[in-house]
């Protein structure tokens, strides 16, 4: 999957390890509204990233996301991703309630 990612010796690559933390974050964010009235987050700023060790592709990876503060628009994580209990990767993440889309019609 990653075979071009250091042909020999794949990685999964950080940009892929940040998406999914800010997933994760998302995730967090979202269980503290009412199933009808979910948002949809964005990612809007990388405080801090720090790749600790290489994760190889197939390795199950433990996400977790800790809100650490929040105003009604913004809500700022901190994140974690870990192999085997040991930290690969870690650091802040802030993301933003996406803007309510209006339909075109169709």
């Keep these: 999957m990653f075979s071009g990612h250091f042909p020999g010796n794949p990685i999964v690559p950080g940009v892929i390890i940040t998406e999914a933390l800010a997933q994760a ?30 994760i ?10 800790e809100k650490m503060a ?5 809500f ?15 650091g802040q993440l802030v993301l933003s309630v996406a803007p309510s889309l209006a339909r075109a019609p169709e």
């Design 25 to 54: 974050a998302g995730i967090a964010a979202a269980s503290g509204y009412p199933e009808t009235e979910k948002p949809v987050f964005l990612l809007s700023a990388i405080r801090t990233m720090k790749f600790l060790q290489a």
């Design 56 to 65: 190889r592709p197939g390795s199950k990876i433990d996400l977790r996301a």
């Design 70 to 74: 929040a105003t009604e628009a913004l």
């Design 76 to 90: 700022q994580f901190k994140v974690s991703a870990s192999v085997d209990g040991a930290i690969a990767a870690e």
